[in-house]
């Protein structure tokens, strides 16, 4: 029997990864916004990234053990480090300070600049047709941020610039699949954070509650998926087709913020966030078909719709 993989069935794999990915990462933000109310970022960043290299710690034998760690493409690694460094500063500084789901609509530029990077960085091919899908995804963030003279205020730049990191990480962990494990990407990145989070957790320490610690190791906890998860599809497909996949974690942010925080989102927020599920959706179509992405629609929307149309029912 060939053990030769499919390509779909490559990519089906890689979209599970994703998708892991997303939810573990929404998990992240849920428990950020939660104690970000009490507890400052330093202290945040520190405990998360703590928790987070300790699960991955634990689960090194799984990855082939600490030798896995040995690179000799240290720079490369020390890059996304930087990356990882600005994205998670820059998102949970805004986060901390707007609505979830806002803030997860401005971090969505990331998968357009992926999309665009990926023709310099990694010499992929995106076509005329993909490139206006990306276009048409623009549009429909800039329809849910509806710029004005408040958009470009201190939290929502921080954001901007954790999108460009998240990015850059994103693309790097294509450009490293070839050598490096995902379990020494997703280290690395975590540990960054957590050394820089040192300098600063003298002056912002308190000690947190029993709530907060469940807050503070669940954050950890889904930081560590979400790297697995992220790291193990980017290692497997190009970009410019998973990029489309990680919009869904829009709607997860949007279902959060209502029933959490009694968030709703604006008729400007529906129509923009479905251009860019739809601007999505055709990038994915032009890649694999309409079979299989019919089959992956029904997966990652099913739920999500249900959810809403039980709640516009009541």
């Given at each position: 029997?060939s053990?030769t ?8 794999v890689?979209?599970?990864y994703l ?9 992240l933000d ?7 109310e009490d ?6 960043v ?6 987070g ?11 082939g053990g600490l030798?896995?760690?040995?690179t ?6 020390l890059?996304?480090?930087?990356f ?6 820059g ?14 609509t401005i971090?969505f ?11 310099p960085?990694?010499?992929e091919h ?5 490139w206006l899908a990306v ?8 329809i849910?941020?509806?710029?004005g ?7 929502s730049?921080?954001?901007l610039i954790?999108?460009?990191c998240?990015?850059g990480?994103?693309?790097?962990a ?11 990407m ?5 540990a960054?954070?957590?050394?820089v989070s ?46 489309p996949?990680?919009?869904?974690a ?15 989102p604006?008729r400007?927020?529906l ?5 860019i ?34 709640r516009?029912?009541?």
């Amino acid at each position: 029997m060939s053990n030769t993989q499919h390509p779909q069935d490559s990519l089906g794999v890689a979209i599970a990864y994703l998708m892991l990915g997303v939810v573990a990462g929404l998990g992240l933000d849920i428990c950020a916004k939660w104690v970000l109310e009490d507890y400052s970022l330093q202290q945040f960043v520190f405990l998360r990234s703590a928790s987070g290299v300790a699960f991955l710690l634990l689960c090194a034998r799984w990855y082939g053990g600490l030798a896995s760690l040995k690179t000799k493409r240290w720079r490369w690694h020390l890059l996304r480090t930087i990356f990882a460094i600005g994205a998670m500063f820059g998102f949970f500084y805004g986060l901390a300070r707007m609505p979830l789901v806002n803030a997860m609509t401005i971090a969505f530029t990331a998968p357009l600049i992926v999309t665009a990077l990926s023709v310099p960085f990694l010499g992929e091919h995106v076509g005329w047709r993909r490139w206006l899908a990306v276009l048409a995804g623009f549009i429909g963030v800039v329809i849910v941020l509806r710029p004005g003279p408040d958009m470009f205020n201190p939290a929502s730049i921080a954001v901007l610039i954790a999108a460009f990191c998240w990015a850059g990480l994103s693309l790097t962990a294509r450009k490293l699949a070839s050598t490096e494990s995902g379990f020494s990407m997703s280290v690395y990145v975590t540990a960054g954070p957590l050394l820089v989070s040192v300098f600063f957790l003298p002056e912002s320490y308190q000690s947190p509650t029993l709530n907060a610690w469940v807050l503070f190791i669940g954050a950890g906890l889904f930081s560590a998926i979400t790297w697995i998860g992220i790291v193990g599809a980017y290692r497997r497909a190009p970009p410019v087709v998973l990029a489309p996949f990680e919009y869904t974690a829009l709607i997860g942010a949007a279902i959060a913020g209502y029933f959490i925080w009694n968030e709703v989102p604006d008729r400007w927020v529906l129509a923009g966030g479905a251009i860019i599920m739809a601007s999505g959706i055709f990038i994915v179509y032009r890649e694999i078909g309409n079979v299989i992405t019919s089959r992956y629609l029904r997966v990652f929307t099913a739920t999500a719709a249900a959810a809403i149309v039980r709640r516009l029912r009541k």
